[in-house]
T-cell receptor, first 112, second 111 residues
Framework: EPEVTQTPSHQVTQMGQEVILRCVPI?????FYWYRQILGQKVEFLVS????????KSEIFDDQFSVERPDGSNFTLKIRSTKLEDSAMYFC??????????FGNGTRLTVT | GQQLNQSPQSMFIQEGEDVSMNCTSS?????WLWYKQDPGEGPVLLIA?????ELTSNGRLTAQFGITRKDSFLNISASIPSDVGIYFC???????????FGTGTRLTIIP
């Protein structure tokens, strides 16, 4: 069964550094998303992306965050200058239409 | 903003028992989804509901989209050890892309 893949599985970075989290969505899907989950808490929406542009974003997704689909298969989340509170699991998801989302296994980001 | 209240927060049951959990929303949704999350992994889709009143099964799992569009429940029949995990409801309202997730129900099976 096709799946969403994310790399790396774990990323450790120092405060103030830039990180790029990578995702390969399911190939025939058209909608792409980033969510995050702080340890022990619920999953929170960051951003949705459709037709090569951001379609919706949350208040968490401030100027420090950006997304890109650099080619036909990858979808990336960049955090420009990481803060301690950015430490979380970051999940990429995709959907064929605006319906059920399929999630990857996440990247655990640790900011020290 | 939208809030999804999920209950119970946790459940301790014996293998073979049936399980019921639900989700209520402060606003109307047009899509309800149920996910299961195992430690260190991403949410895995269990059931998707798109129509008020819809009742859908997936093996031992059954979920319903409430008539008011503000609630949904998930039932698991004859629980087995691999059912252990955290179950999340998630909803989407008209015109929005984002899913709002519930607070989760942690299911533990007592040996």
């Amino acid at each position: 069964e096709p799946e969403v893949t994310q790399t790396p599985s774990h990323q450790v970075t120092q405060m103030g550094q830039e990180v790029i989290l990578r995702c390969v969505p399911i190939s025939n899907h058209l909608y792409f998303y980033w969510y995050r989950q702080i340890l022990g808490q619920k999953v929170e929406f960051l951003v949705s992306f459709y037709n090569n542009e951001i379609s919706e974003k949350s208040e968490i997704f401030d100027d420090q965050f950006s997304v890109e689909r650099p080619d036909g298969s990858n979808f990336t989340l960049k955090i420009r200058s990481t803060k301690l509170e950015d430490s979380a699991m970051y999940f990429c998801a995709s959907s064929e239409w605006s319906g059920a989302l399929h999630f990857g296994n996440g990247t655990r980001l640790t900011v020290t | 903003g939208q809030q999804l209240n999920q209950s119970p927060q946790s459940m301790f049951i014996q293998e073979g028992e049936d399980v019921s959990m639900n989700c209520t929303s402060s606003s109307i949704f047009n899509t309800w989804l149920w996910y299961k999350q195992d430690p260190g992994e991403g949410p895995v889709l269990l059931i998707a509901l798109y129509k008020a009143g819809e009742l859908t099964s997936n093996g031992r799992l059954t979920a319903q989209f409430g008539i008011t569009r503000k609630d949904s429940f998930l039932n698991i029949s004859a629980s087995i050890p691999s059912d252990v995990g955290i179950y999340f409801c998630a909803g989407r309202d008209f015109g929005n892309e984002k899913l709002t997730f519930g607070t989760g129900t942690r299911l533990t099976i007592i040996p």
